[in-house]
């Protein structure tokens, strides 16, 4: 009797065992299969060669899928901050170089412009052609211009006749605002006509410059030939030239 109870007992124990079981399989085949329908990246497929019905097993496997998903988003927090970063670069390079492009145009026209003096050449850039003196003479031993004609007028000219000889004559305001005398000749090319250019004096003939204060040459073929001056005075509103030393000047060339 003993016997046969104890043999029962443990067909019941089996049967219960078996399932338990069974309800367990089921259980990891629907979450198999429910993993199967979600999220790949997310979601893993669990490794068919692993025991799903080993506790210890389940355990790591649901650990390692919570790692993977862990990383997955913070790849995904890295991915969405490059482009962040790249745009804050971007726009602080282009406040800097704001920045430097003001500060640049603040200091151009903050600085102090050069101011022309009184009578002073025409702006840069313009050109004005020699005209004929209306007032320029030779009496008493001079050769006279009128100051105000030279400074309205800029670039005047004049021939200076004694006998068959001629001398020709140029009258000019400098870029300083000084009136001033010289002789009207381009000498190795022996062009008598000239224009101004901004603060430059220029042959028309073969367009040799020179710095009209200095009469330094600038470009050209003549440069070392420029008007020569004649030394001058001013009174009572004329200046005036000795008349001896423009008709005994002869060229250099």
Request: hydrophobic share 30%; aromatic share 6%; proline share 6%.
């Amino acid at each position: 009797m003993g016997t046969l109870l104890r043999i029962r007992l443990e067909k019941r124990g089996a049967l219960h065992a078996g399932r338990y079981d069974c309800a367990e399989a089921w259980c990891n085949r629907a979450i198999s299969a429910w993993e199967d329908k979600g999220d790949t990246v997310s979601k893993p497929r669990r490794d068919p060669r692993i025991d799903q019905n080993d506790p210890a097993q389940g355990r790591s496997d649901r650990w390692e899928e919570k790692r993977r998903r862990f990383e997955t988003q913070q790849q995904n927090k890295a991915g969405h901050r490059r482009p962040l970063r790249a745009t804050l670069y971007v726009t602080i390079g282009a406040i800097v170089l704001g920045i430097i492009f003001v500060g640049v145009m603040t200091f151009r026209n903050s600085a102090p412009a050069t101011a022309s003096a009184p009578g002073a050449t025409s702006a840069p850039g313009a050109t004005l052609q020699q005209v004929p003196a209306t007032t320029a003479a030779t009496e008493a031993g001079k050769v006279s211009f009128s100051v105000q004609e030279v400074s309205t007028k800029k670039l005047v000219s004049y021939d200076y006749k004694n006998g068959g000889k001629s001398i020709p004559l140029l009258a000019y305001t400098t870029p300083s605002g000084v009136v001033k005398v010289a002789t009207r000749m381009c000498e190795p090319c022996n062009s008598t006509s000239f224009r101004v250019e901004g603060n430059q004096l220029v042959c028309n003939s073969c367009g040799t410059r020179w710095d009209l204060e200095s009469f330094k040459g600038l470009s050209g073929g003549c440069q070392g030939y420029p008007p020569e001056q004649l030394t001058s005075s001013i009174v009572d509103g004329k200046i005036s030239v000795d008349e001896q030393k423009v008709a005994t000047w002869k060229p250099r060339s």
